[in-house]
């Protein structure tokens, strides 16, 4: 297994089929639409993370004072992802992330709501200030931008985990797996009551 | 493989253990005599090779050559045979432990030509 991250980024993006990939026509889209993002900057922020502060577990990943510091962070993070060239450099920074979320303990299940509420935020605001075809072809090229950052930060979050454990105890990761699949089939077998017929 | 086997059960009959399992460093079992979950046994005995070398390499003390565990009424004795592979035999607690380890030794000399 692969330690190197952006061995890791280029492995995960590889996952992706052909057709899902952000295409040069989808980056074309976001970046001719800077300035609308640019405009939805605070409503994104405000909204982002009114959500998150006004829920009690997700307020907890946070210091005392640093929301401001978070707000600009990702609004940075937006600006850059819509005017940028989506090269290896950007896809190895969201797998970073991935890390920093380890750090934080911003679980994977917080990331995705979140992620979902931005882009249901952009879409329905795309249909609101653009053409319906600019927007349609917008909705597309985001759709694809989210879900590529979402697949990088929370296989980055679950594959890191490991190496730390991994480079602790001196557990290798192929003896990790062994491990795990030692057991998986108990879990399998102690949950079946949860299987849908 | 014959060799192996027949290795792991002299060395079981020899030192009248109960159980023995040669495992790879991803913990995978080679060969395994009276365990009754060779894939679980060889990854724990993996895990707890790889865990006491990063507990000793924290001290700066080099390897962990093998592992002793003493329990109620069993001896655990887990020995590198080399980069890749351990050794676990599992004996009761009336073995004579350096009688154990000699026997462990000689097992391992002879695992060693086998993939030599």
């Known amino acids: 297994m692969e330690t190197n991250l952006m061995a890791l980024t280029e492995k995960l993006l590889n996952h992706i089929p052909e057709n899902l990939r952000l ?6 889209v976001l970046n001719r639409n800077v300035d609308f993002f640019i405009s939805k900057a605070d409503a994104i922020k405000n909204d982002f993370y009114d959500t998150l502060f006004s829920n009690e577990a997700t307020r907890k990943v946070f210091h005392e004072g640093e929301r401001h510091i978070r707000e600009k962070s990702l609004v940075d993070w937006v600006v850059k992802t819509v005017g940028g060239k989506f090269d290896i450099n950007y896809w190895a920074w969201q797998t970073y992330v991935g890390i920093l979320h380890i750090k934080r303990k ?23 200030d653009l ?37 602790t105890t001196g557990l290798n990761l192929n003896l990790l797996d062994n491990l795990v699949r030692v057991e998986v089939d108990n879990l399998v077998e102690a949950n079946q009551k949860y299987r849908l017929t | 493989m014959k060799n192996l086997t027949s290795i792991l059960q002299e060395l079981l009959t020899e030192t009248e253990s109960d159980a023995v399992i040669l495992a790879n460093s991803d913990g995978l079992p080679l060969e395994a005599i009276n365990t009754t979950d060779d894939n679980r046994v060889a990854a724990l005995t993996a895990s707890l090779q790889s865990m006491t070398d ?16 003493e329990a109620r009424d069993s001896y655990i004795i887990i020995k590198r045979v080399n980069e890749n592979l351990q050794l676990m035999l599992l004996s009761g607690k009336n073995s004579k432990l350096g009688m154990l380890l000699l026997y462990l030794d000689n097992a391992i000399s002879r695992i060693n030509k086998v993939f030599a």
């Open chain 1, 106 to 128: 911003v679980s994977n299940d917080y990331m995705i709501i979140m992620m979902h509420r931005v882009s249901d935020l952009v879409i329905s605001e795309a249909f609101k």
């Open chain 2, 54 to 69: 990063r507990f000793v390499e924290n001290f700066d003390r080099g390897e962990a050559d093998q592992v002793i565990i």
């Open chain 1, 131 to 167: 053409s319906a075809e600019e927007a349609g072809k917008l909705k597309t090229a985001w759709l694809k931008v989210a879900s590529t950052v979402l697949s990088l930060i929370s296989e980055s979050y679950h594959y890191f985990y490991l190496v730390a454990i991994s480079q």
């Open chain 1, 23 to 28: 295409n040069e026509d989808d980056i074309n």
